[in-house]
T-cell receptor
Framework: DAGVIQSPRHEVTEMGQEVTLRCKPI?????LFWYRQTMMRGLELLIY????????DSGMPEDRFSAKMPNASFSTLKIQPSEPRDSAVYFC?????????????FGAGTRLSVL | KNQVEQSPQSLIILEGKNCTLQ??????????LRWYKQDTGRGPVSLTI?????NTKSNGRYTATLDADTKQSSLHITASQLSDSASYIC???????????FGKGTRLSVIA
């Protein structure tokens, strides 16, 4: 398996623009997580899904952020409108309920810069 | 409040030397603790995962310890290599579906 795949790897945009980050979890994993990482705050959980259903979105900073998981192999994180303070690295991770329970496998991340 | 505190914030050591990273947590009830290694520009990768009953777990040159009474964990790296340069993140899981609690990491630099 290729692991968790995120795209794009880097995104530079202007304030006010819409940004969409994409994630393909590991095949067979039934949980998916979106994280944001900054130097100041470290890794922060934004939202996670179990079996494509959002379970906890309390980490989503505000209404400008939304996440969807239309099927088991794809998820998006959208920021609209984007602001400079959204600049961070966004990670997607997936997890299986099998033998490797609770181990999350992370993608390489999307580095977002909002100018 | 559930928190994970790591120390030191950053560390520089010479290649071949040993080092120990610390993690203190207040997460309760506790389920498990894991250490992740994050190379620059990459996502975190799991090194070890320890449950309440496990005191020590090794993964090659990495040895993690857990004291559930004092709520402390350490990650010991033996005979460090340049490739050990990374951020090491301590993550604690509570019971049930509670979210993971992440430390801010220790940035380790191994120099020749």
């Amino acid at each position: 398996d290729a692991g968790v795949i995120q795209s794009p790897r880097h995104e530079v945009t202007e304030m006010g623009q819409e940004v969409t980050l994409r994630c393909k979890p590991i095949s067979g994993h039934n949980s998916l997580f979106w994280y944001r990482q900054t130097m100041m705050r470290g890794l922060e959980l934004l939202i996670y899904f179990n079996n494509n259903v959002p379970i906890d979105d309390s980490g989503m900073p505000e209404d400008r952020f939304s996440a969807k998981m239309p099927n088991a192999s794809f998820s998006t994180l959208k920021i609209q409108p984007s602001e400079p303070r959204d600049s961070a690295v966004y990670f997607c991770a997936s997890r299986s309920r099998g033998l490797a329970k609770n181990i999350q496998y992370f993608g390489a991340g999307t580095r977002l810069s909002v100018l | 409040k559930n928190q994970v505190e790591q120390s030191p914030q950053s560390l520089i050591i010479l290649e071949g030397k040993n080092c120990t990273l610390q993690c203190n947590y207040t997460v309760s009830p506790f389920s498990n603790l894991r250490w992740y290694k994050q190379d620059t520009g990459r996502g975190p990768v799991s090194l070890t995962i320890m449950t309440f009953s496990e005191n020590t777990k090794s993964n090659g040159r990495y040895t993690a310890t857990l004291d559930a009474d004092t709520k402390q964990s350490s990650l010991h790296i033996t005979a460090s290599q340049l490739s050990d340069s990374a951020s090491y993140i301590c993550v604690v899981s509570g019971e049930g579906n509670t979210p993971l609690v992440f430390g801010k990491g220790t940035r380790l630099s191994v120099i020749a």
